[in-house]
């Protein structure tokens, strides 16, 4: 009878392990032959019944069939896996022949190739570069640079404010060194790069762009206009080429006294004359004077003791003469075709 039962148990085992196509099937047959509620145990517990002459003999026809049991579905195992993985290789196969994948590198923005340039220039003459935030306060931004309210030259910039007379986005970065010599003393040498933002937008202008301005103060009587055209003369010459020839013209700036224009000879027709230039052989670089005393004394800086010179230049201008471009807005349209030339 029992050895009847454990080859009924064997046959119906071996028949069901062929119809097993997965792994999770096998864990279903294991339990359903080896787990708790399998027949093989019904034999076990049959062991209390059976006669003192009977169990060793039950029992050991219910460990063979058990280590059986235990082989097959290991032998199974074995197969299914190996299965698996000869599915999952030829899903994951990769035709070596096929052409790679274009890798698009990217690079860097042309106004951040020319920033870099510049503050590495300037770097390399000495100065520190320091930055401040975009939104400044009427006091840093106007007054303390003798832009008082109610001032004239406040007519020459167009200014987004955040909150009408206390808060507004700089129109330049000379905040910039205003936060440093309120917080610094000198002697120091500074440029402040960044961001800055006006209500103007044509070919030639953006709402938003960006400027480098430098700034060095030191002990009256040991920086002067000569110091100011040496240093300016230099740094046009290592971005432009020392063949370019720069010149400086009076003007006015609220926040200097002298000032001056600067200009260099025109990229386009070196000198000659042509539509970029109109016809005068220059253009206009950049703006910068020695620095007010009205601004040294805002600052509490004693212009009797201190002297300094500052200026500022527009990122943007730089770069459309250095690459040969005429409209502005293409820096900030973020056209890849007009960007993948860089």
């Avoid at 359903?32 to 003999?57: F, T």
């Avoid at 790069?193 to 030639?204: E, S």
């Avoid at 709402?207 to 430098?214: C, L, R, T, Y």
């Avoid at 020839?245 to 260099?264: G, I, K, L, M, Q």
Wanted: charged share 30%.
């Amino acid at each position: 009878m029992i050895e009847e039962t454990v080859k009924n148990i064997e046959a119906k085992a071996i028949e069901e392990i062929e119809s097993v196509s997965n792994l999770e099937a096998l864990e279903a047959f294991r339990v359903k032959y080896l787990g708790r509620k399998a027949q093989i145990n019904d034999l076990m517990k049959n062991l209390k019944q059976a006669s003192p002459e009977e169990r060793p003999k039950i029992g050991a026809q219910a460990n063979v069939l058990r280590n059986q049991l235990e082989e097959i579905i290991a032998k199974k195992k074995t197969i299914l896996e190996e299965q698996d993985f000869a599915l999952r290789v030829k899903a994951d196969a990769q035709d070596v022949t096929l052409p790679a994948n274009k890798i698009v590198r990217g690079k860097k923005h042309p106004i951040t190739q020319v920033l870099e340039e510049m503050i590495a220039i300037f770097k390399e003459l000495g100065y520190i570069p320091v930055e401040g935030p975009d939104v400044e306060t009427d006091y840093y931004n106007f007054e303390a640079l003798n832009i008082p309210k109610h001032h004239p030259s406040r007519e020459m910039q167009a200014t987004f404010y955040v909150k009408e007379g206390e808060l507004l986005l700089r129109t330049h970065t000379s905040p910039v060194q205003i936060r440093v010599l309120k917080s610094q003393k000198p002697p120091l040498a500074i440029i402040a790069p960044g961001r800055v933002y006006r209500c103007d937008a044509d070919v030639t202008h953006s709402p938003v762009f960006h400027q480098v301005e430098g700034l060095i103060v030191d002990k009256k009587g040991k920086v002067s206009f000569t110091d100011l055209k040496g240093t300016l003369t230099e740094f046009l010459h290592r971005f432009f080429g020392k063949n370019k020839r720069v010149r400086f013209r009076p003007s006015f700036f609220p926040f200097t006294e002298p000032s001056a224009e600067v200009d260099v000879e025109c990229i386009i027709c070196d000198g000659a004359g042509c539509r970029l230039c109109k016809d005068s052989g220059w253009i206009e670089i950049l703006g910068a004077g020695m620095i007010d005393p009205n601004v040294l004394e805002a600052v509490g800086l004693d212009p009797e003791l201190y002297s300094g010179f500052a200026f500022g230049i527009g990122v943007e201008r730089l770069a459309m003469l250095k690459f040969g471009i005429d409209d502005i807005r293409l820096f900030f349209t973020n056209d890849l075709r007009f960007l993948k030339q860089f």
